[in-house]
């Protein structure tokens, strides 16, 4: 009965032009929303995750956005690149990359930051 009356009201407010959406989504449902408007309008059916780090960004892709595509993963930390790793196995179209991109093939040490995402291949 509670499903019912929930469902009722949820399409009642749809007609009226309004959105019920939970409060987990609150912070990212504008950017989810443009996001997806975005990937309709230009049929994205790539995405490149470039510094990928533990797959925050593809996480939002499926969770929040509901794109279904195909997402390439770059990450050269390798600790990060085993986590994104993990993550994505369960997800046929999320591939994992364990390096960096850049305009020449060649092996550069990097330098991590504790306790941030804001690593960088800069010695400043």
Known sequence: ?????????????????????????WR???????????FSL????CVLDVGAN???YAQFLRK??????????FEPIPNLAQALANRAKADPFWHVFPCALGAKEE???INVTDGSTLHSFLTR
């Open 1 to 25: 009965m509670k499903r019912f009356f929930s469902g009722m009201v949820i399409e009642t407010l749809d007609r009226l032009g309004l959105k019920v959406i939970p409060k987990w989504r």
């Open 28 to 38: 990212e449902y504008p950017l989810a929303t443009l996001t997806r408007e975005i």
């Open 42 to 45: 230009l049929s994205v059916d």
């Open 54 to 56: 533990k797959g925050q």
């Open 64 to 73: 929040h956005v509901d794109y279904k595509g195909e997402i390439l993963s």
């Open 107 to 109: 092996y550069r040490p």
